[in-house]
C-alpha cells in the first residue's frame, strides 16, 4: 500500500511569515513529487514539481526533496492571507506509472 | 485563457442509473484525465487516456467505469450503475506533456 502523509493542520501563520509544509511518502522508488493547491470547493492547481534531491525555488515557493528520509516539504515565503487553502502533496508510483497517490492535504491559514 | 470545461456541475442521480460526465478539455492538449474526490477525503487518480486509449488506470476505475473521447472535443466520464459510495467531486484534467495538467472545476455527483 503506498502511502502519502500530511498534517491535516490547520498550519496557522501570520501574514509576511513563511509557512512550511511536509510530506512522507512509503514507496522508496518513488521519482515525481508534486504540491497543489486547493482552495476550499475548487479543483487543484499544480504550484511545484520536483524530481531529484535538495531544493528547488519558483517565486515564493521553495520545495524540498530528501529521498533518503522519503520526506517533501514545501516552504512558502512572505505568507499572504491568499495563501490560504489547503495543500496536497501528491507521489508517483516507481516504475515509470503516472498514477499519482495523493496526501489529504494540510490546511494552510495566514492571518493578517 | 484556456480551460478545461466540466458538465453537469452537479447531478443528483438514483443508485443504479448511468451517469455520464462531461469534459472540454484545453484545445492542444493530449493526454486527459479523470479524478475523484470523495467529500473530506484525498484526491484519487481514475484514469489517464493519450491517443485515444487508456494509458493507465487505478484500482478504483473497474468495470462499471468508462471512458470515451467521442468527438474531438468532449472527454467523457460513464459511470454505469451508480452506487451510494460514487457520491464525489469528479475533476477532469488535461494536459500538453507531463503532469502540467489543467484541472476543470469538477462536477459534484450525489447518489441517493
Known amino acids: 500500500q503506498k502511502e502519502v502523509e500530511q498534517n491535516s493542520g490547520p498550519l496557522s501563520v501570520p501574514e509576511g511569515a513563511i509557512a512550511s509544509l511536509n510530506c512522507t511518502y512509503s514507496?522508496?522508488?518513488?521519482?515525481?513529487f508534486f504540491w497543489y493547491r486547493q482552495y476550499s470547493g475548487k479543483s487543484p492547481e499544480l504550484i511545484m514539481s520536483?524530481?531529484?534531491?535538495g531544493d528547488k525555488e519558483d517565486g515564493r515557493f521553495t520545495a524540498q526533496l530528501n529521498k533518503a528520509s522519503q520526506y517533501v516539504s514545501l516552504l512558502i515565503r512572505d505568507s499572504q492571507p491568499s495563501d490560504s487553502a489547503t495543500y496536497l502533496c501528491a507521489v508517483n508510483h516507481s516504475g515509470g506509472s503516472y498514477i499519482p497517490t495523493f496526501g489529504r492535504g494540510t490546511s494552510l491559514i495566514v492571518h493578517p | 485563457e484556456p480551460e478545461v470545461t466540466q458538465t453537469p456541475s452537479h447531478q443528483v442521480t438514483q443508485m443504479g442509473q448511468e451517469v455520464i460526465l462531461r469534459c472540454v478539455p484545453i484545445s492542444n492538449h493530449l493526454y486527459f484525465y479523470w479524478y475523484r474526490q470523495i467529500l473530506g477525503q484525498k484526491v484519487e487518480f481514475l484514469v489517464s487516456f493519450y491517443n485515444n486509449e487508456i494509458s493507465e488506470k487505478s484500482e478504483i476505475f473497474d468495470d462499471q467505469f468508462s471512458v470515451e473521447r467521442p468527438d474531438g472535443s468532449n472527454f467523457t466520464l460513464k459511470i454505469r450503475s451508480t452506487k451510494l459510495e460514487d457520491s464525489a467531486m469528479y475533476f477532469c484534467a488535461s494536459s500538453t506533456a507531463g503532469r502540467q495538467e489543467d484541472f476543470g472545476e469538477g462536477s459534484w455527483l450525489t447518489v441517493v
Open positions: 514507496d522508496r522508488g518513488s521519482q515525481s
Open positions: 520536483i524530481y531529484s534531491n
